[in-house]
């Protein structure tokens, strides 16, 4: 194999990142993953990979990060951010263009989204990526740009809404986008494209459309889901007055953000069918069906909780299940404190002890009493030392992960339909330390989507207060201890 010297990844933490990063570091490729959440990255099982932080919103971030770099991967996006995610993306691709200016790297490869044929750039997501393509090509350096539709892999946006409409409604009844056609590829034969372009690296910018062997309507894809996955629904594709709507209907019903459901939603107006006849010349490679696709995401997505936001506890793996929602639901609020990491996570620490859960205990004590009331019988009590373990017991909760002065993470116990867990999260700013409270959910279909709608008002309410309270006794410590004479 001939080196292409460093490789730096852009967007690592995003779902083809994590993937590609082992993939090429596996085989022997100096790797840097780059992303804005550097905890995140350095909890990977990844060896011999260098993790930078990197924010493209903010160019002083890249100074000093493409030294040495000879290959890029451009595999960010902004439509998890917001409603304007098209100028920050804009604005990100300028960055990158201006940071390559006198830099050694020798090609970018840019991760994009098929165009529709008749140029309609009404979509804001696929005007996006058209955008930073063109913002990309200024550069002095070649720029590969690769072209793909729905990918079938676990944690593709696309993929997800349909699982999730299929696991959680008991009729379907989708926009009439379901008629609309596409290529899908399998997330596989997208990582060995991706991969191959470092044995055929570009001399000039080039363009490759990306696609699965079969042509499709969103509707064949539902019916063969359901197929295979043995969940069958009706499905009556019905018009509805506005993608406000659609977005709205998707944000009850998926746990995928909205402003991904609305990107989305814009994009499936479209036939996006890709020409993959030059880039299959260039790296052939056999192609996976889409129903083998499905098959091995679903195997794929088992392996979820299996990983460092879980703890790797065996109870949460043990407990998933194929219908729970990929992406999580989640609640949660964070607040600003002078109190030091080391103040804040001795009274985290404390939790179910003589503070009990910090705040508004007569509803955690409510919502066990309704576990009784079913007949699940809940655990009481906690370690009597002071400093928390993984696998200790915190009432019905249990330990999964402890970072000390960083991260705190209870497995909830309790009767419901999903899975889920709470995370107390530290984090250092320098003038300042923030604390973060947050539930993740999983729902477990209609019922898990209504326990959480349900929940949600209270979510919000003990959230705030706990993280409040949490904050206040941290600081109150510090008052307290004698001063030096």
């Known amino acids: 194999m ?5 490789i730096l990844i852009l967007g690592a933490s995003g779902y083809i990142g994590q993937r590609l990063v082992p993939r090429l570091a596996q085989i022997g490729y100096p790797v840097i993953a780059a992303a ?15 993790c930078r932080a990197v924010d493209l919103l903010r160019p002083e971030t890249l100074h000093g990060l ?43 490869i840019y991760l994009s989204s098929l165009q529709a044929p008749d140029g309609d750039l009404s979509s804001s997501h696929l005007r996006a990526r058209q955008v930073t393509a063109d913002i990309l090509r200024e550069s002095e350096v070649p720029v590969t740009e690769l072209r793909a539709g729905i990918i079938i892999g676990a944690g593709s946006a696309a993929f997800e809404v349909m699982r999730d409409m299929i696991y959680n409604l008991p009729v379907l009844t989708p926009p009439r986008w379901v008629r609309s056609r596409t290529t899908p590829i399998a997330l596989e034969n997208l990582l060995v494209y991706l991969q191959g372009f470092l044995e055929h690296p570009a001399k000039e910018h080039r363009l490759f459309e990306a696609a699965g062997p079969e ?16 969940c069958h629904r009706p499905l009556i594709p019905i018009p509805f007055p506005t993608r406000w709507v659609s977005v709205w209907f998707l944000s009850m019903i998926t746990s995928v953000p909205p402003s991904i459901a609305r990107a989305l939603i ?17 790296i052939p490679q056999p192609l996976i069906g889409f129903d083998e696709a499905v098959r091995q995401t679903l195997e794929e997505e088992k392996k979820l909780v299996d990983s460092p936001g879980w703890g790797h506890a065996p109870q949460a793996f043990a407990r998933w299940r194929p219908e729970y929602g990929y992406y999580p639901k989640q609640a949660g609020h964070t607040v600003k404190t002078p109190a030091p990491l080391s103040a804040l996570w001795d009274v985290v620490n404390g939790i179910g002890g003589q503070q009990r859960y910090f705040f508004a205990n007569i509803l955690w004590q409510t919502r066990g009493a309704l576990d009784l009331l079913v007949g699940h019988r809940l655990d009481k009590g906690r370690p009597e030392r002071h400093w928390l373990r993984p696998g200790d017991k915190v009432d019905s909760w249990r330990v999964i992960v402890v970072e000390p002065e960083k991260e705190l993470t209870l497995l909830f116990g309790m009767k419901a339909p999903g899975l889920g867990r709470l995370s107390f999260t530290l ?14 959910w999983h729902p477990h279909g209609t019922p898990g989507l209504l326990y959480w709608l349900a929940m949600i008002p209270a979510h919000l309410f003990i959230f705030r207060g706990m993280a409040r309270r949490i904050t206040h006794l941290a600081e109150q410590s510090l008052s307290d201890r004698p001063r030096e004479r």
């Open 2 to 6: 001939n080196s292409p010297g460093k």
């Open 36 to 50: 804005r959440r550097l905890d995140w990255l350095e909890k990977q099982p990844w060896s011999g990979v260098e």
């Open 66 to 108: 493409l030294d040495g770099v000879e290959t890029i991967y451009y595999l960010v996006h902004s439509m998890g951010d917001g409603s304007d995610f098209i100028a920050r993306e804009r604005r990100a691709a300028l960055n990158l263009r201006d940071a390559l200016r006198g830099q050694s790297v020798r090609q970018v």
């Open 215 to 230: 042509v499709m309507s969103y509707q064949q894809q539902f019916e063969r889901f359901m197929a295979i996955s043995g």
């Open 266 to 282: 814009q994009g499936l107006r479209h036939d996006l069918l890709a020409d993959d006849r030059a880039l299959r010349a260039l």
């Open 427 to 440: 984090r250092d700013i320098g003038e300042y330390r923030t604390l973060d409270v947050r539930a993740f």
